[in-house]
């Protein structure tokens, strides 16, 4: 690492790398060196568009000397390969969710960072967004009393249109490590727990392939949650419907978040001045607001998950998301799916 510098290579440049590699040239600190993808018109694209020198099929080229950091968003299967290599070779390493396909991909992930003592952040985009934060802060300071339900859906109809497997690893149970719920469950399961404060103790799954034959596996899940703090979960799933919600009702209050831009609040505590949210004495919003999520590139948002990651690497703070913390998920997906297949007997 050169002084005040990281130096990055990013390792999968595809769909969801377009969405955020703009960020890159905005992070001060951070400069992209080398791009490498399967493809090599997605690697040249991301190059050329951040100047990076390096445009290559190779993953050996992620891990050349003069690479400090790898941002590893190649599809599931790989993660594992690509984030212990990385990491052996003295790299740090920021990884797409879900951390890997299972429990064991996960601990060998750890084991390699921990031999390495480099860093290994997992990337969860939905803490970019200042709404979260603001509504992480109503729980912990009481806002919403006890928190007795959480629940939330994220449903894309995308499944539908995708090819089966051999043309898209999304459609593969081998690739992904399952299906709608391994992709889509893990970003509300991780946010009930950060939520929250509180750890998932018993989980009990449901999960079809509904309506998407060419897929592998579910396109449909539904799961509920016992919490640590007696507090109840459910989040589902899918890959055949559309609709995004998190609602969590307590004794003092609710909130509901629409379609990723919605809000309705309620608490009889207040006032609340938060990043986006502002309620009044009288327990009511100010306004009502509507509220779209930050753009995944957008450098300027100090809660961007990758200007969260550069700034504690080279402050040598720990990740705001740790490996253990993408294990965990990855655990109960695990505990999920085991109970999908039991009773498919
Ligand atoms: N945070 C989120 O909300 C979010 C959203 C989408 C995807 N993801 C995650 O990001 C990862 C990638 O998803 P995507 O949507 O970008 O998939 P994608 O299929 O669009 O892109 C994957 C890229 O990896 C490349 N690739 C495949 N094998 C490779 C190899 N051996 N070496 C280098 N490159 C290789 C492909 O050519 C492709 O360009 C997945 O793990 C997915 O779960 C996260």
């Given at each position: ?9 990013l390792?999968?440049?595809g769909?969801?790398v ?25 690697a040249?694209?991301a190059?050329?568009?951040?100047g990076?020198?390096?445009?290559s099929?190779?993953f ?5 000397d ?5 941002l590893?968003?190649t ?10 290599r990385?990491?052996?070779a ?7 969710k ?7 991909e ?9 031999a390495?003592g ?7 985009n939905?803490?970019?967004h ?9 729980v ?10 959480f629940s ?14 051999g043309?898209?690893w999304?459609?593969?149970?081998a690739?992904?490590?399952g ?7 893990v970003h ?11 750890t998932?103790v ?14 592998e ?10 919490l640590?703090?007696?507090s109840?979960?459910?989040?589902q ?9 998190v ?16 809000v309705?609040?309620?608490?009889e505590?207040?006032p ?9 004495g009288?327990?009511?919003l ?5 509220l779209?999520?930050?753009e995944?590139?957008?450098?300027a948002?100090?809660?961007n998950q990758?200007r969260r990651?550069v ?7 720990a990740?705001?998301v740790?490996?253990?913390?993408g ?5 109960v ?9 039991g009773?498919r007997?």
């Amino acid at each position: 690492m050169s002084c005040g510098e990281l130096r990055l290579a990013l390792a999968g440049c595809g769909g969801v790398v377009k969405r955020y590699r703009g960020a890159y040239a905005g992070i001060a600190g951070a400069r992209v060196v080398a791009a490498v993808d399967a493809n090599l018109a997605e690697a040249q694209a991301a190059a050329s568009e951040l100047g990076a020198g390096v445009a290559s099929t190779d993953f050996a080229d992620a891990l050349r000397d003069e690479v400090d950091a790898v941002l590893i968003s190649t599809p599931n299967h790989l993660h594992a390969e690509h984030a212990t290599r990385a990491l052996r070779a003295g790299k740090h390493v920021l990884l797409q969710k879900p951390m890997a396909r299972t429990v064991a991909e996960c601990e060998e992930i750890l084991r390699a960072r921990d031999a390495s003592g480099k860093s290994l952040g997992l990337y969860m985009n939905l803490l970019d967004h200042p709404l979260f934060r603001d509504l992480r802060r109503l729980v912990e300071e009481g806002y919403l009393g006890r928190v007795a339900l959480f629940s939330a859906r994220l449903a894309h109809r995308g499944g539908l249109q995708w090819g089966g497997v051999g043309q898209n690893w999304r459609a593969s149970r081998a690739q992904t490590g399952g299906g709608s719920f391994i992709q889509l469950g893990v970003h509300y399961q991780h946010l009930m727990r950060w939520l929250l404060g509180q750890t998932i103790v018993r989980s009990q799954a449901m999960g079809t392939n509904f309506a998407c034959p060419h897929l592998e596996g579910d396109d449909l899940m539904l799961v509920q949650y016992q919490l640590s703090g007696g507090s109840l979960g459910e989040i589902q799933t899918s890959w055949c419907c559309q609709e995004e919600h998190v609602s969590l009702l307590g004794t003092k209050g609710s909130f509901h978040y629409r379609d990723n831009q919605r809000v309705e609040f309620f608490s009889e505590c207040g006032p609340f001045e938060g990043e986006v949210l502002r309620m009044l004495g009288d327990g009511s919003l100010e306004t009502m607001p509507q509220l779209l999520a930050p753009e995944w590139d957008d450098a300027a948002n100090r809660f961007n998950q990758h200007r969260r990651f550069v700034e504690n690497v080279l402050a040598g703070e720990a990740p705001e998301v740790s490996g253990e913390e993408g294990l965990e998920d990855v655990r109960v997906v695990e505990e999920c799916y085991a109970q999908v297949e039991g009773a498919r007997g």
